[in-house]
């Protein structure tokens, strides 16, 4: 399994921005599909969205479309979502997992899918 560690969660009001970022052990990262799910209280773990590491092929939920983008740097081994245009019900805490080897495009949205977890960051986003 791969070391993940969120940052950059916090408060913030309607309407602004955050960038979350997953710093991943030292290792390549080729093979693997990358993606950010968030758990508000009470609630099951959603995605958000997903990047293949190589290609950088992304997908979104239709809840965050247009509003959020992951992005990965290679040099850095560290995945993004940049969060604009916040919303009260996008808080929750942010999760980045990874996937090594080969996924459906399909699968990509199941937290099932995904081999290892960072700890999580917090959003809170005030009306």
């Known amino acids: 399994q791969v070391q993940l560690v969120e940052s950059g969660g916090g408060l913030v009001q309607a309407g602004g921005s955050l960038r979350l970022s997953c710093t991943a052990s030292?290792?390549?990262?080729?093979?693997?599909?990358m993606g950010w799910f968030r758990q508000a209280a009470g609630k099951e773990r959603e995605f958000v969205a997903a990047i293949r590491w190589s290609g950088g092929s992304t997908t979104y939920a239709d809840s965050v479309k247009g509003r959020f983008t992951i992005s990965r740097d290679n040099a850095k081994n560290t995945l993004y979502l940049q969060m604009n245009s916040l919303k009260p019900e996008d808080t929750a805490i942010y999760y980045c997992?990874?996937?090594?080897?080969?996924?459906?495009?399909?699968?990509?949205?199941?937290?099932?899918?995904?081999?290892?977890w960072g700890q999580g960051t917090q959003v809170t986003v005030s009306s």
């Open positions: 997992g990874a996937r090594r080897g080969a996924m459906t495009w399909d699968s990509i949205s199941y937290s099932i899918s995904y081999d290892s």
């Open positions: 030292g290792r390549t990262f080729s093979n693997y599909y």
